[in-house]
């Protein structure tokens, strides 16, 4: 079975290393939040940090894990079947905008920067499995038997 043709090493590779670079930027703010809190800083900034850095750092943790299963595949450690069937990228958990708005700018800005690499990688996903879809024998046969009978 011949991969699809909208993923490839240089394009995985690339997203794989922008993705380190925003986890490790993601691991810096959010480990800085757990610390004692600072002057002025109320429990409820100290849970919205906390809330959304732990979205943060799940959907972060996604994103690498579905990158580590593209690069497994183009090494040969996976086969397709197995990124198909085991490799989904999971749905994130969406931001909660009353959060946010207790946060600092620029934590805001890396949170939507890490929903935006989500969503780019989301596409990636659900595109190679249409794609798989599309091709796949079962179905074309489901396909014929609905024009068939349909």
């Not at 959907?59 to 183009?74: D, K």
């Not at 996903?125 to 046969?141: G, K, L, M, N, V």
């Amino acid at each position: 079975m011949d991969r699809a043709t909208n993923l490839s090493r240089p394009i995985i590779e690339a997203l794989y290393s922008e993705a380190l670079v925003l986890a490790d930027e993601v691991r810096a703010v959010f480990a800085l939040g757990t610390k004692e809190p600072g002057m002025g800083e109320n429990d409820a900034v100290r849970l919205a940090l906390s809330i959304e850095g732990l979205k943060t750092t799940t959907r972060m943790m996604h994103v690498l894990a579905w990158l580590l299963n593209q690069r497994a595949y183009f090494s040969g450690e996976l086969t397709e079947n197995q990124v198909r069937k085991h490799g989904e990228l999971p749905d994130d958990r969406p931001v909660d905008e009353g959060q946010l708005a207790m946060l600092e700018p620029a934590t805001c800005e890396l949170i939507q920067d890490t929903v935006r690499l989500h969503r780019r990688i989301e596409r990636l996903d659900e595109a190679w499995r249409q794609e798989i879809d599309a091709t796949s024998p079962a179905r074309a046969f489901q396909d014929r038997i609905g024009r068939e009978f349909g």
